[in-house]
């Protein structure tokens, strides 16, 4: 019999739990570590932040669905790791904080055979100072966010429509961000609901990020297939930004939020201010604060983890110029190297670096996005991670499948604005996500597989995939036909 | 410069034409491209999936 603890229950964890259900006997125990009750399909928070869905539409009981499974669920928070067990117990184990009403802050120990860190993101809005909900900025990060941020949408189109311009900023909140995607979605959503609501000619919209150019998506940017020619994203993205009156701040890096002020530095050097009514700014992202102790109690958190908090896996992390960077830096399989027993999936495994050329400002400021690791790529490792560990429990002597993102593609549809006749979506895809220009000389992307288009089919696409996935999430009959 | 004038973005960025601006909602232009659309990110996605290793893993 062996035992899985899988910590966390988004996109990564709750993909590689349900097929670790599905794939092993009865006789083995999946356990799943989340501090929250509620699964949530984050894509759609863009919806809810723009008060087009609620946060009922976008979520639902974890613990149910786990029941019916036969996966056993703790609400808890992983705190420490010990992969060599301790004095008292020889067995590895996680010791986790409880998050339940009933129980919150008491601490126990789950005993592992393998474990799958599936984390991902904790949101640090105390990079910059006054960036956050909780201070002078709103967010969409978590459906909660979202719906505090519709309700600030909702009150400036309330002064639109009594008169009063708007200032409106979106974007990064600090020069190391990822999730521009995100940004971008929401900047088109926010457009599409003021004219929606007749106050567009009240409005300013300001879209400020740390990209060095709109469309390069902490991806380096992307040349697309339209219409028989190759158009760099850059091209593509302004476009939709000056067709929409939307402009924009690039290679950004927001150094202070006071309210309805932000202070920004940019790639020259210079600085600037926006002043605004709303901002809706994502804030970078740190792994989660987890501190692994060896068999004597030794603080070895450095030996699993970067200092970014990221798990360190089969990656190639030496230092190296982005000219010397490959597609084979990147991991195949997700196993830590130290512990064959441990693996890491979706955001919180550490990148070996940026995907986007490394830019800073003349006194130093980093301002560059750090690399996107989305919803398909996420499901995606969680599958192989899953497949890996499944194999290794029936015998195998190492992982089994590998997904690297050097290999591996990603879609995207961006949202500009929810209606079923009228909304429209960019719809991206690139393959590779990590060029590999030994294989795709010039761009290295194969052009067959990326391209780019917008239109009401590209909206019908990301409202479909909102049901698929909630569908495939409740793992109702047939979930697993549903790819990630 | 990083930062632009609303001026400096229209000059610099490739704006649609009003064909291209009907085709996005034109309803069977764009039910053929939902068939279009799917079948491209299909092939992506398939492409994308986890394969398994060569048999002596590392
Ligand atoms: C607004 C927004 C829109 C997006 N839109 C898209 C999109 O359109 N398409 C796309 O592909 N991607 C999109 N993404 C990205 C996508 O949401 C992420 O790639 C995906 O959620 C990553 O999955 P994950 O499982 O690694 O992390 P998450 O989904 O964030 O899950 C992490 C889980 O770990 C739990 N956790 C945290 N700390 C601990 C701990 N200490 N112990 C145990 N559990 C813990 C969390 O509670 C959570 O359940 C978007 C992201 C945002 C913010």
């Known amino acids: 019999m062996a035992k899985i603890v899988v910590l966390g229950a988004g996109i990564a964890g709750h993909t590689a739990a349900l097929i670790l259900r599905r794939r092993l006997a009865k006789e083995h125990r999946v356990t799943v570590v989340s501090p929250n009750r509620l699964w949530n399909w984050i894509p759609s928070n863009i919806w809810v932040g723009v008060g087009e869905m609620t946060p009922e539409e976008v979520t639902f009981e974890l613990a149910p669905v786990y029941k019916r499974l036969g996966i056993e669920f703790r609400r808890a928070k992983a705190v420490e790791l010990h992969p060599e067990g301790s004095a008292a117990s020889p067995k590895p184990f996680v010791v986790v904080e409880s998050t339940a009403e009933e129980s919150r802050g008491e601490r126990t120990e789950e005993v592992y055979d393998y474990l799958i860190n599936a984390t991902g993101p904790s949101l640090n809005f105390g990079a910059t100072p006054g960036l956050g909900p909780d201070a002078n900025t709103v967010s969409v990060c978590t459906f909660s966010h979202a719906a505090h941020a519709a309700k600030a949408l909702a009150a400036a189109i309330a002064r639109m429509r009594e008169g009063k311009p708007q200032t409106l900023l979106v974007g990064t909140g600090h020069g190391g961000c990822t999730c521009e995607g995100a940004a971008f979605e929401y900047v088109f959503n926010l457009e599409f609901e003021l004219r929606r609501a007749g106050v567009r000619d009240k409005a300013r919209v300001i879209f400020l990020t740390n990209e060095a150019e709109i469309g390069d998506f902490g991806v380096d940017g992307m040349r697309v297939q339209w219409r028989g020619y190759s158009v760099p994203s850059k091209v593509f993205a302004e476009s939709l930004f000056s067709e929409r009156g939307v402009e924009w701040i690039t290679g950004a890096h927001v150094e202070a939020v006071e309210p309805g002020r932000a202070r920004y530095m940019t790639l020259d050097g210079a600085k600037g201010e926006v002043a605004f009514d709303f901002a809706m700014l994502l804030p970078p992202f740190l792994g989660a604060d987890i501190r692994a102790f060896d068999r004597a109690g030794a603080d070895i958190t450095s030996e699993l983890f970067l200092p970014n908090r990221f798990m360190k896996v089969d990656a190639d992390y030496s230092p190296k110029p982005y000219e010397q960077w490959k597609a084979s830096d990147w991991p195949r399989t997700y196993q830590t190297p130290k512990y064959p027993n441990i693996f890491a999936a979706g955001i919180a495994f550490a990148p070996p670096h940026p995907i986007s050329k490394p830019r800073q400002a003349p006194d130093g400021t980093k301002i560059s996005p750090a690399p996107p690791r989305t919803g398909m790529p996420s499901g995606i490792i969680a599958r192989a991670v899953a497949q890996s560990v499944a194999d290794m429990i029936e015998g195998a002597p190492g992982p089994t499948h590998e997904a690297s993102l050097a290999e591996m593609g990603a879609a995207c549809v961006a949202s500009a604005g929810k209606s079923f006749w009228r909304g429209t979506a960019a719809s991206m895809t690139m393959y590779p996500v990590v060029p590999d220009y030994d294989k795709f000389p010039g761009e290295g992307r194969d052009p067959d597989y990326t391209f780019g288009e917008i239109g009401t089919a590209g909206h019908w696409i990301k409202h479909i995939l909102h049901f698929m996935f909630l569908y495939k999430a409740k793992a109702l009959p047939g979930w697993w036909l549903i790819p990630e | ?58």
């Open chain 2, 1 to 58: 410069m990083s930062s632009k004038t609303p001026t400096d973005h229209a000059r610099g960025s490739m704006t649609p034409s009003p064909r291209a601006l009907f085709a996005r909602t034109f309803l069977p232009f764009q039910l053929w491209h939902f068939v279009w659309i799917n079948w491209r990110m299909i092939r992506m996605i398939a492409l994308s999936h986890p394969r398994r290793r060569a048999p002596s893993p590392r």
